[in-house]
T-cell receptor
Framework: KAGVTQTPRYLIKTRGQQVTLSCSPI?????VSWYQQTPGQGLQFLFE???????NKGNFPGRFSGRQFSNSRSEMNVSTLELGDSALYLC?????????????FGEGSRLTVL | GQQLNQSPQSMFIQEGEDVSMNCTSS?????WLWYKQDPGEGPVLLIA?????ELTSNGRLTAQFGITRKDSFLNISASIPSDVGIYFC?????????FGTGTRLTIIP
């Protein structure tokens, strides 16, 4: 059974640019959530989608957005990149949500903003 | 969100030693979760705890849900090289996981 797939794995952008990250969940999983991991702030929740609807959103500025498609694949977008957006962005999927606390994480997309 | 205080921040141990780490909160939780993140990987669930006082084992790992519901600990017995990584405690609520700051475990040769 394939795991959560995130693309790209690594990318470098400059300030002011925008970036789109992609996540393919485990087959059959309908919930996809995104987390930002940085050395200073740790793992921070960005948003969660279920059946194309955003059910919850973390405390991030509006430059961070996401969406989910009918096949459960998800994308997140960060516009007008800032140096502080450099981080590992992790996607996680689950069958219906994190109600049991078990999320299956991908390997992440490491974004560097110069 | 609620703050989770995880300690220690890092540990340097020798192979074969036992490890203990804990997580505390000022709020009461209904679940405690322990995840491990290997270098270059995403976190993986190790143990989930759902009841105050619950003690659960997963191989060499043992975790307990504190009786006050405000703390949890994770023990690793007889550590091996593959135990290296970052261990996160966390709780679930509002369709999201909130994680502690992590304990980085390093095994000294």
């Amino acid at each position: 059974k394939a795991g959560v797939t995130q693309t790209p794995r690594y990318l470098i952008k400059t300030r002011g640019q925008q970036v789109t990250l992609s996540c393919s969940p485990i087959s059959g999983h309908r919930s996809v959530s995104w987390y930002q991991q940085t050395p200073g702030q740790g793992l921070q929740f960005l948003f969660e989608y279920f059946s194309e609807t955003q059910r919850n959103k973390g405390n991030f500025p509006g430059r961070f957005s996401g969406r989910q498609f009918s096949n459960s694949r998800s994308e997140m977008n960060v516009s007008t990149l800032e140096l502080g957006d450099s981080a590992l962005y992790l996607c996680a999927s689950s069958l219906q949500g994190a109600d049991t606390g078990e999320l299956f994480f991908g390997e992440g997309s490491r974004l560097t903003v110069l | 969100g609620q703050q989770l205080n995880q300690s220690p921040q890092s540990m340097f141990i020798q192979e074969g030693e036992d490890v203990s780490m804990n997580c505390t909160s000022s709020s009461i939780f209904n679940t405690w979760l322990w995840y491990k993140q290997d270098p270059g990987e995403g976190p993986v669930l190790l143990i989930a705890l759902y009841k105050a006082g619950e003690l659960t084992s997963n191989g060499r790992l043992t975790a307990q849900f504190g009786i006050t519901r405000k703390d949890s600990f994770l023990n690793i017995s007889a550590s091996i090289p593959s135990d290296v990584g970052i261990y996160f405690c966390g709780y679930f609520g509002n369709e999201k996981l909130t994680f502690g700051t992590g304990t980085r475990l390093t095994i000294i040769p």
